[in-house]
């Protein structure tokens, strides 16, 4: 019932993996915020609507074939899984970059492939395994919430092992609430810090190597129309409906 959101959320995770360092957490976020305008009813969102678990899904298993296209080509990784993969790659005398596609075509397409079968068997094996995996949703908050509050604090902890960290998840968690009350966009606020740093570092990068104009190319171009397309889609389409609606009363 949903073939088109599923190839249109692939889309979107396959362009986004192949960004450089980009990863499979805006694509998630890209791919969601794109159902959500082009449903039919997107105040269902959060509330049950299956969309919002297809779209990101669909768009977190792409991601990772054009994260390994920009691996293999650049030798940037995009996620932690390809990050060791570039390591595993380097260790065996191999270097990615130009030559990976040319010099050794076929273990490059042997890599592709995989990515391709290991989706298809995944695929297989959480269908087989869907209706005791569902079973997770009927457990108990009282149960639930202590073991991820105690999860999500020793890993803010255990990244840099620093107590500054457990606080400051403590203050987000304010922060969320009040953003959620308040019916703010979180996932916005969140992929802002996922993507500030990287868009300040390549911006200061493009500025000096081009200039002002340093979009002014034919992919620039294209990737700046897509976004404008996007995210002016949801409110064009909601005011063409809303004339529709005017003239036929």
Not at 130 to 156: C, D, E, N, Q, W
Not at 185 to 205: D, P
């Amino acid at each position: 019932r949903h073939k088109s959101l599923v190839f249109r959320c692939q889309l979107i995770g396959f362009l986004v993996g192949i960004l450089p360092a980009a990863g499979p957490t805006p694509a998630a976020f890209m791919a969601y915020a794109h159902a959500k305008q082009t449903a039919k009813d997107p105040k269902t969102f959060g509330k049950g609507n299956i969309e919002g678990v297809i779209a990101p899904e669909s768009s977190n298993n792409a991601c990772g074939a054009g994260d390994l296209l920009t691996t293999l080509a650049l030798g940037i990784p995009g996620s932690p899984g390809m990050a060791l993969l570039l390591g595993a790659i380097t260790m065996l005398g191999l270097i990615p970059g130009p030559e990976m596609l040319t010099k050794h075509l076929d273990l490059s397409l042997t890599l592709m492939w995989s990515i391709g079968f290991a989706g298809i068997i995944g695929a297989i094996i959480c269908f087989l395994a869907a209706p005791s995996l569902s079973k997770v949703a009927f457990i108990p908050g009282r149960i639930l919430v202590p073991l991820v509050l105690v999860l999500a604090l020793a890993g803010a902890f255990a990244y840099h092992k620093e107590f500054n960290d457990v606080i400051m998840t403590v203050v987000f968690v304010g922060v969320g609430f009040v953003m959620r009350r308040y019916d703010y966009n979180r996932a916005a606020l969140l992929l802002g810090f996922v993507l500030g740093y990287m868009f300040e570092k390549y911006l200061f990068i493009a500025l000096k190597a081009e200039g002002p104009l340093f979009f002014m190319r034919p992919i620039s171009l294209t990737l700046i129309a897509i976004i404008i397309f996007v995210v002016a889609y949801g409110p064009v389409k909601a005011a063409i409906q809303r004339r529709r609606g005017v003239s036929q009363a």
